[in-house]
Antibody
Framework: QVQLQESGPGLVKPSQTLSLTCSVS??????????WSWIRQPAGKGLEWIGR???????NYNPSLKSRVTISLDTSKNQFSLNLRSVTAADTAVFYC?????????????WGQGTTVTVSS | DIVLTQSPLSLPVTPGEPASISCRSS???????????LDWYLQRPGQSPQLLIY???KRASGVPDRFSGSGSGTDFTLEISRVEAEDVGIYYC?????????FGGGTRVEI
């Protein structure tokens, strides 16, 4: 049973870079059959898809965030990461990582528990 | 971007009674493979979202059969045949038709 676990600093200063990691257990991130996504949720608000990465390293990003976002893989550690640059208070949110199938659509069928990031000086 | 509009925003329910949530898309979610790329998720208080329904009507693994999804074109419905106490939370629809995944605004279900 695959499990995802987000980790990273809970507090980031404005204008700095938010960096989070999603550790994957119970399966290989490199098996080429899944997309690995990041989603965020401001407190009391809805869900926003940030972007995704495939085992090959190819990425897709939400156009609204594309200029500030990088998602990358570290296959040696079986994890993938999110970097969000030039953050403001509007980036304060719970960040989730999630998985979906590449070859046949199955929705976001595995989610991490989420990690809260606050942007404040 | 595909915009998803859910209704109602809030839904009071009674245990044992049925409940229904609507999700309307700004464009058709019908894929060339014949499936509708529309999912339903439940976010219980303090938890991450969990997948209930994908491809419009397919129940995810482990999801009770009291949950069902239906719809076509741009209009979709999630139905709970008999609400249980554990069903409280916020329900979201999400489209996977485009690479840019988008979610509805959510429907809060409370007893």
């Amino acid at each position: 049973q695959v499990q995802l676990q987000e980790s990273g600093p809970g507090l980031v200063k404005p204008s700095q870079t938010l960096s989070l990691t999603c550790s994957v257990s119970g399966g290989s991130i490199n098996n080429g059959t899944f997309y690995w996504s990041w989603i965020r949720q401001p407190a009391g608000k809805g869900l926003e898809w940030i972007g995704r990465i495939f085992a090959s390293g190819s990425t897709n990003y939400n156009p609204s965030l594309k200029s500030r976002v990088t998602i990358s893989l570290d296959t040696s550690k079986n994890q993938f990461s999110l970097n969000l640059r030039s953050v403001t208070a509007a980036d304060t949110a719970v960040f989730y990582c999630a998985r979906t199938n590449y070859y046949y659509y199955s929705g976001l069928h595995v989610w991490g528990q989420g990690t809260t990031v606050t942007v404040s000086s | 971007d595909i915009v998803l509009t859910q209704s109602p925003l809030s839904l009071p329910v009674t245990p044992g009674e049925p409940a229904s949530i609507s999700c309307r898309s700004s464009q058709s979610l019908l894929h060339s493979n014949g499936y509708y790329y529309l999912d339903w998720y439940l976010q219980r208080p303090g938890q991450s979202p969990q997948l209930l329904i994908y491809l419009g009507s397919k129940r995810a693994s482990g999801v009770p059969d009291r949950f069902s999804g239906s719809g076509s074109g741009t209009d979709f419905t999630l139905e709970i045949s008999r609400v249980e106490a554990e069903d409280v939370g916020i329900y979201y629809c999400m489209q996977g038709f485009q690479t840019l995944l988008t979610f509805g605004g959510g429907t809060r279900v409370e007893i």
